[in-house]
């Protein structure tokens, strides 16, 4: 069973923008803090970007993202999204949805995620 399921990944230019999608069970969505990892070509490590607390109050950006990156929740489709705008080649990365207990637990202990989606492909070019 699919709990975390990405979408909308893609290749633009630099400047352009892409909305990711993160479909969830119900569950994982009214309970669990979900976050965007990111992990470049040839990156050992899952770099968290964004992350929003499972009652939407709360949110997370990497100095990298701010400003530019927005994570969002429909309860309504039981969806996380991740707005990025003002893309730039350095943001090329696979995409990868998590949840976890608690946002403070995606922030500090990444490798205890035991809910990750299928990742999808985000390409900038120059």
């Known amino acids: 069973q699919v709990q975390l399921a990405e979408s909308g990944g893609g290749s633009v230019q630099a400047g352009g923008s892409l909305r990711l999608s993160c479909a969830a069970s119900?569950?994982?969505?009214?309970?669990?803090?979900m976050g965007w990892f990111r992990q470049a070509p040839g990156g050992e490590e899952r770099e968290l970007v964004a992350?929003?607390?499972?009652?939407?109050?709360?949110?997370f950006y990497a100095d990298s993202a701010k400003g530019r990156f927005t994570i969002s929740k429909d309860s309504a489709k039981n969806t996380v999204y991740l707005q990025m705008n003002s893309l730039i080649p350095e943001d090329t990365a696979a995409y990868y949805c998590a949840a976890h207990s608690t946002m403070a637990l995606l922030k500090t202990s990444p490798r205890s995620i035991g809910l990750w989606g299928q990742g999808t492909q985000v390409t900038v070019s120059s």
């Open positions: 119900g569950r994982i969505f009214s309970s669990y803090a």
């Open positions: 992350a929003v607390s499972w009652s939407g109050v709360t949110t």
